[in-house]
């Protein structure tokens, strides 16, 4: 397979200059207001782990590694009364973070290289996508459960 290991390399030594950008760009942004509420260690924590190891995330991880983390992601913020649309930006964020840190890093030279760049590109996307289905499914489910037990404790 022809991957952009140097990439992953330079994304990963970089995990934690990319988690406080990150933290800065939530911070500053309106569109996860709720995000505020947060604990910020939580959240750094959680982008850092995306970053510090995306090249397990990208080679190593299955579907279900992807869909357990950001379900468990999902639910959580959900439990936080985070809106759902802040949940999806959030994750959009982490991924623009990226790829401007990526537009700045990142010098292709020959076109070996550029093929390689581009598989990453799309392994991202791939991951990013599947974030974000999982992060709202994982979200869905504990706003059903938390309905369900309102339901409950008004029936007895």
Known sequence: MMF??????LIESHADALANGLEERVQGN???AHFRDVPA???RERVYEIYRHLGE???GKN??????RYREIGARRASQKVPLSEVVQAVVLTKENLWDFLKSEAVMDRAVEIMGELELLQMLEMFFDRAIYYA?????EQVARLAHGKEALRAS
């Open 136 to 140: 709202v499914l994982g979200y869905e």
């Open 41 to 43: 260690h939580e959240l």
């Open 4 to 9: 952009s290991y140097r990439l992953v390399r």
């Open 57 to 59: 995330w990208l080679l």
């Open 63 to 68: 579907e279900l590694d992807i869909e357990h």
């Open 30 to 32: 309106t569109q996860v």
